[in-house]
């Protein structure tokens, strides 16, 4: 049975299953899963790196858009497993070239979650021609460039030089990559008026944007926000999410992690509230 | 001048005739802020209008009215879609009857939604002892530890949380050894640093 694709139906995968199904070509079904698989599942052994590398290459797995689904979920799993490798971040950095959209999107996010400064360079040219340039792709749901994505790993990985470059983009047209540049300068110069243009998005009258603004604020652990976090008319599961975002930022910034403070212990206050 | 007064009758028509999910849920506030025992059916009926900001606004209004929406609320349980029912459950975890007990200690240990588990196990340190005959309480109480304890290893961080605030509250009438111990371990061991730090001070707020 050795390198035949083997998946009986309602049973789960084991690793060494998963290698078989990701190293070979003839069921296209069976490898695209094994990558995200190998993915979910955290298996950071070289031989699922090596198999998820070579999938980047891939030709043979085509969308009828022309898109790469193989490569997509490669690349989301290479962010979730690969650190510590050291082909993982170039390889990531190439695919930020790729002709599918969705492969820059996810490479830049697996980019980010690597939090390998790297890549910053070439995630920044890909803000090139500004806000002139980030227009929608005619007959495609997206713009030209992932632009949420972008900004959020720079956001991350990112240093002071880069704000000329980010800023413009607080005005662009869609609030979405608006909110994603407002992070990003927020993360990067520490500014409080940047974190505020997202709590003032907690009083959107989309429930979308509401949403996404919580899940930001969370992510940068913003204190001042806190009540206006746990004010906004969204899912309480969704701010308490939040909320644990900011907790624990305040948390990481101890000695001792444990080492509660009265700003803690108020967010534990209204995280209580919202149970 | 004469203020427009938002009588009893005024809000519940407002509730029946909203035409957006914003007008539903001001008029339900509306509705809810009279505090009056006659909107428990309108506000039960809100609970399954897949309206989040209105069901929120309705569970606000029934935990309120408190005890007296109790009966309807346990009644109305088996006819609820799964929605309402979570929505239902929350309510009556606010109130804290202990007729409700029954319910919220099945809910916390084995509902599949976390959000329902979660406001369950908060309900379970709420519970209004004093209404309950004291020959009862004893066993209760140890009903409501014993599932608590069992809930600080749920899968879900937000879970565990809700289990760990739960626990605070019990032993604020009654701290056992296991209680203390389980939060100890809660604060060294759980794998959300957020669980951790709400364990650490519940055992700050039962050692005042």
């Known amino acids: ?275 | 001048m004469v203020l427009p007064v938002k009588t009893f009758e005024i809000c519940l028509q407002a509730v029946n005739e909203a035409d957006s999910a914003q007008g539903l849920l001001d008029a339900v506030e509306d509705l809810a802020d009279l505090n009056d025992e006659r909107s428990i059916p309108t506000l039960i009926q809100v609970l399954g209008f897949n309206n989040p900001g209105a069901a929120v606004a309705a569970v606000e209004g029934l935990i309120q009215i408190g005890v007296p929406a109790v009966s309807s609320l346990l009644e109305n349980l088996d006819g609820y879609n799964y929605g309402a029912r979570a929505w239902a459950i929350r309510a009556l975890a606010g109130i804290g009857d202990p007729r409700g007990l029954a319910l919220l200690l099945n809910a916390a240990a084995n509902d599949f939604s976390l959000s329902v588990r979660r406001a369950a196990a908060r309900g379970l340190g709420n519970i209004n002892w004093n209404d309950m005959p004291t020959t009862e309480r004893t066993q209760a109480q140890q009903q409501c530890q014993d599932v608590l304890l069992q809930v600080t290893q749920d899968d879900e961080w937000v879970v565990r949380y809700a289990a760990v605030v739960g626990l605070e509250s019990l032993a604020l009438v009654n701290a056992t050894t296991n209680i203390i111990q389980c939060l100890e371990r809660v604060t060294t061991t759980d794998a959300t640093l957020a669980v951790q730090a709400r364990a650490q001070w519940a055992l700050e707020n039962l050692d005042k």
């Open chain 1, 1 to 275: 049975m050795s390198g035949i694709p083997h998946n009986p139906d309602g049973q789960p995968l084991t690793v060494d299953q998963a290698l078989i199904n990701i190293n070979q070509t003839a069921d296209p079904g069976l490898r695209y899963y094994a990558a995200w698989w190998l993915g979910k599942m955290r298996i950071r052994q070289p031989n699922a790196i090596a198999a998820l590398l070579t999938a980047l290459e891939d030709e043979s797995d085509r969308s009828p858009d022309g898109g790469y689904p193989l490569r997509r979920n490669a690349t989301r799993a290479l962010g979730k497993i690969g650190e510590g490798y050291d082909q993982v971040v170039p390889a990531l950095i190439k695919c930020l070239h790729c002709d599918d959209y969705y492969v820059r999107e996810t490479a830049a996010q697996s980019l980010e979650s690597l939090g390998d400064s790297s890549a910053v360079p070439a995630l920044a040219a890909l803000l090139d021609g500004g806000l002139a340039a980030a227009i929608q792709v005619p007959g495609k749901p997206h713009l030209v460039q992932p632009y949420n994505a972008i900004l959020e790993a720079l956001g991350t990985l990112g240093n002071p030089e880069l704000v000329s470059i980010i800023e413009p983009f607080l005005e662009h047209d869609v609030p979405q990559v608006r909110n994603a540049a407002a992070r990003a300068m927020y993360q990067i110069t520490a500014e409080a008026q940047y974190a505020e243009r997202l709590v003032s998005v907690l009083a959107d009258d989309q429930l979308q944007l509401r949403r996404a603004a919580l899940m930001d604020l969370g992510a940068i652990g913003y204190l001042a926000g806190a009540d206006a976090i746990a004010n906004t008319l969204a899912e309480n599961s969704m701010k308490l999410i939040a909320l644990k975002g900011v907790l624990e930022h305040q948390l990481n910034k101890q000695a001792t992690s444990l080492d509660l403070t009265n700003e803690g212990r108020r967010v534990m206050e209204l995280m209580d509230g919202l149970l």
